[in-house]
């Protein structure tokens, strides 16, 4: 009988970017492989099937019960073994549908931020939180990736069993260094002089990422610090605004989609981030692994990876004037920015992909057999 394995998520863009090698490792196993998720398509060879989902950004959304009705469908006929849901809004849809079926598949909730926390305005936390708590009866085993997501978890009851991974692993193999001279060629196109002190922060551009923050700080900054923006979002168009309104147009790049960092991390001086809450990220344990010291706002996830004065440094949420303080840190003492990076490229190896996805697939066999081999993360 043909064993199913069914991933989730809100975007294709999650399933590309995080879960690619679990997929081929899961058909390596000989399994068939399905996902289910929104926003705009993309190739994804891996898959065995790929099912379009109409998920809306906002959990009360109608497209979201129309969403929820054919992955009900799909389950029910398909009769999947296992389901593997990600990100918050596809999580929970996808835990609604499997309600009420019997047999039901077992269902594996990854948790890669909770998108509340202490200082959420109440309305929102009790929404988003009562999902999570409507969902735990059908969630087999809930993953969390920080301290506070997982404490939450745990003392709320939020799944059947509850642990805690290193996120779901980097591959840092594909962050090869630099050409020669690739460096000095983009921070020339860029604008930037070889004396120059780059900064970079590659993310959404949303209100949870908050370059905004970064865009005040570094109008406390001498000009010589520029900072490298790549990405999109909503709330780019806006960002660039207000880096012409604070007189940052030369010192701002904003390359949007970026596929390859590798040149971007090469160009830059350090690494920067002014999120609000995050799960375990990627573009932080990425910059630590090429080396560059990191600036980062202190909250969850940012946390879990830095040691304030150790291994980064972190500034409270929100606070451009002491995130402008600890750059200026970096800049004042070189020796203390190498220290710093060197400490972060030792401490990120914990999270590499080839030591984080043999033990993501011996959590998925907790809960149902699965062929024990060696993972294969070519």
């Excluded at 989902?53 to 009769?79: D, G, H, W, Y």
């Excluded at 009790?126 to 978890?153: F, I, K, Q, S």
Aim: proline letters at 6%; glycine letters at 6%.
């Amino acid at each position: 009988m043909e064993r199913k394995v069914l991933f989730t998520a809100s975007t294709y863009s999650h399933i590309v970017n995080f879960h690619l090698p679990y997929l081929r490792e899961f058909c390596r196993r000989g399994w068939r492989v399905d996902v289910a998720c929104g926003g705009a398509a993309m190739e994804i060879p891996e898959a065995d099937r790929v099912l379009p989902v109409p998920f809306a950004k906002s959990i009360t959304a109608p497209e979201n019960l129309s969403a929820l009705r054919l992955l009900r469908r799909e389950i029910r006929r398909e009769k999947y073994e296992l389901i593997s849901c990600h990100t918050s809004l596809a999580s929970f849809f996808t835990r609604m549908a499997v309600y009420g079926l019997h047999p039901r598949p077992a269902v594996v909730c990854t948790v890669h931020g909770y998108l509340f926390d202490d200082k959420t305005p109440s309305l929102r936390r009790a929404l988003l939180y009562g999902a999570e708590r409507l969902a735990a009866p059908v969630t087999d085993l809930l993953l969390t990736m920080n301290r506070w997501d997982h404490t939450l978890a745990v003392n709320r009851r939020l799944g059947r069993e509850i642990i805690k991974i290193p996120g779901m692993g980097v591959d840092f193999e594909r962050l090869k260094p630099a050409e020669p001279g690739v460096r000095e060629k983009l921070r020339r196109e860029c604008g930037f002089r070889p004396e120059d002190f780059l900064l970079v922060y590659a993310a959404e551009f949303s209100a949870r990422k908050s370059q905004s923050v970064l865009l005040r700080a570094l109008a406390r900054l001498p000009e010589r610090v520029g900072l490298l923006l790549p990405g999109q979002g909503a709330l780019r168009e806006e960002c660039m605004l207000l880096a012409e309104r604070l007189g940052l147009k030369d010192r701002v790049v904003f390359p949007g989609q970026v596929t390859d960092m590798s040149p971007w991390y090469a160009a830059a001086d350090a690494a920067v981030s002014s999120s609000r809450s995050e799960g375990l990220p990627f573009n932080i344990m990425e910059a630590m692994a090429r080396e560059l010291p990191v600036v980062a706002s202190a909250v969850k996830g940012h946390t879990d990876l830095l040691s304030h004065g150790k291994t980064g440094l972190l500034y409270p949420y929100g606070d451009d004037a002491a995130c402008a303080a600890c750059v200026r840190n970096l800049l004042e003492d070189p020796l203390f920015a190498a220290r710093l990076a060197d400490a972060a490229k030792r401490s990120v190896r914990r999270y590499s992909l080839p030591e984080v996805l043999p033990e993501i697939m011996h959590l998925y066999a907790r809960i149902i057999p699965i062929k024990a081999e060696t993972a294969n993360i070519g």
